[in-house]
């Protein structure tokens, strides 16, 4: 079985409390909030970013709602679904698609930080690799610091596999990286016994 060339996801994607949805040109204000903020963005691949910025990823970037190769990556905007308030933004990349491998990534605004959202939003994303894009394995990359990231991904059931100790120049400073993955046997399982 290999990935699904050509997928693309029913949307919006429900969970309990959220609407996972593209992310739009109107997200930008609300976006800015977060991804201006340095303590916001610290474990994330780009620094704080000014509102031109943030609306030319989204006009960009930000705006795949498909995957139709290797390589592709889905990012979507994470709302509650009671308030329709947009508490920040989750991307699903397709790694490989001879070895099935997907990675997830997430970013919320603090002000909805300790909720699990994160948690439940990731979780979805995990569904939507497994279950609609066929994926066998599904990574997260993390900045061994950012324990409450690796928090998210380890209550989902995703396994260390590797540390590299200084093994990244990030942001200006040699960081250890972690990388924890799951698989989708592992992910159906407690689908299954519900």
Known sequence: MSAAQGFVPEYPIRTERLLLRP????????????????EAVRY?????????????????????????????????AVEEAATGRLVGDVVLFWRSENDREGEVGYILDPAAAGRGYATEAVGALL???????????????????NTASVGVVERL????EARFVEGSWFKGEWTTLLILALLDREWRSPIIEE
């Open 127 to 145: 569904d939507l690799g497994f279950h609609g894009l066929g994926l066998h394995r599904v990574i997260a990359r993390i900045d061994e610091r």
């Open 44 to 76: 994330v691949p780009y620094g704080p970013l000014t509102r031109d910025e943030v609306a030319d990823r989204i006009a960009t970037r930000w705006s795949t709602t498909r995957f139709d190769k290797e390589g592709d990556a889905v990012c979507l």
């Open 157 to 160: 059931g995703f396994r260390r």
């Open 23 to 38: 992310i739009v040109t109107s997200d930008a204000e609300a976006m800015l909030a977060y991804k201006s903020d340095p």
